[in-house]
């Protein structure tokens, strides 16, 4: 996660300093969002087939190779846009078909009765490095330039690489067929539309983001409902952070609750109903703190949804079953970041939030009554 977040802040930086252009950036995105949809299908594929240690040190040691590349150009001012387009290109496949594998490896690692734990534990560290990404990069740039936050991208996905030829264990799933990614893909797709709780578990994430995904505005947020700038977006954002490790965290303390399914349902409830408060503050103090249990809550649902998704999946089908999972996801971040920020501008930021929150009610009721597997979901050990 270092090595990504300071790969993308830092040639995000450096293409505008290039360009001057806010356009670029966002064909940035447009890149990211074309070649990583395909790829995770592929990599859930690889991570059923072949040995999920091996796929994730070779993805490494490509992505340590091509941001030393860059972080070669850039020292020696040769860096163009051409070339930070590219890489993204081919760092976004990279990283996106290695995605399934590191998730699905979780269940070789630690016994079943501990996985839930294990994916809280990951959530976490992963959330530290996203925050940890940005005071690096800033620290760095000042110091010594836009390009060493790059050398420091090689050297953490070098360390992440080398460190994965440490796990001793037989990471090859059960699957003992030759490989046939588009067959497989269509496998992987009808297993999880006749599994009885993983379409209800996609629908919720996938129903609730693309009315809610606020990540994305918060300078809108700042502006509008607190009227504040730089240092609001800053408070707004680290609160949000904080809580979403808390919540990954708080996840191992609800391990008595054996109705995994409700738990998930519920902490999207609260979620639903913060939203619609967050929506009503005005004060950036009331808005910090509820912002803190908006990413709380929100932790909660997706590490158990996460554990849920690799404990009803059979090793020979976890990749695929994983994939599709952030298949649904990243759709419904980029439809929710469109959604959320055309609705702010048609009937006003906090009226966004509130019919977000609104909806959101309305679709954890429905998929609680129409997907009744996912509230009788209970983890058994």
Known sequence: MLSMQLRIIATGFILYEITGSGFSLGILGIIQLFFQLPSILFGGVMADFLKRTTLIVVTQLISSAIILFLFYLAFNNSLVAWHIYVATAVLSVNSTISGPARSALTANLVPRNQLIHAVAANSATMQVGSVVAPVLFGVLTVLSGSSFPLLLGFVTALI??????????????????????????????????NHPIL????????????????????????????????????????????????????????????SKGTLVLAATLLYSVLLIFFGLSSS???????????????????????????????????????????????????????????????????????????ISIIVVVLIYFRFKGVSSYKLET
């Open 199 to 258: 379409p209800g578990l996609y629908l919720l994430d996938v129903g609730v983001t693309v009315v809610s995904f606020y990540r994305q505005i918060m300078p809108l947020i700042a502006d509008r409902l607190y009227k504040g700038g730089a240092a609001a977006v800053s408070v707004l954002t680290a609160c949000n952070s904080i809580g979403a490790i808390a919540g990954s965290f708080l996840v191992v303390f609800f391990t008595r609750i054996k």
């Open 284 to 358: 950036l103090y009331v808005g910090a703190l509820i912002i803190t249990l908006l990413g709380a809550t929100d932790g909660v649902g997706m590490t158990v949804r996460q554990a849920i998704v690799q404990l009803t999946s059979p090793d020979n089908l976890r990749g695929r079953a994983v994939s599709l999972h952030s298949v649904a996801a990243m759709t419904a971040n980029n439809i929710g970041h469109f959604e959320i920020g055309v609705m702010s501008e048609l009937i006003g930021t906090n009226n966004a939030l509130i019919l977000g929150g609104i």
């Open 160 to 193: 992440s690489g080398l460190l994965c030829l440490m796990i001793k264990v037989d990471s090859r799933s059960a699957s003992n067929r030759k490989m046939n990614p588009i067959k497989n893909i269509a496998e992987g797709l009808l297993y999880v539309k």
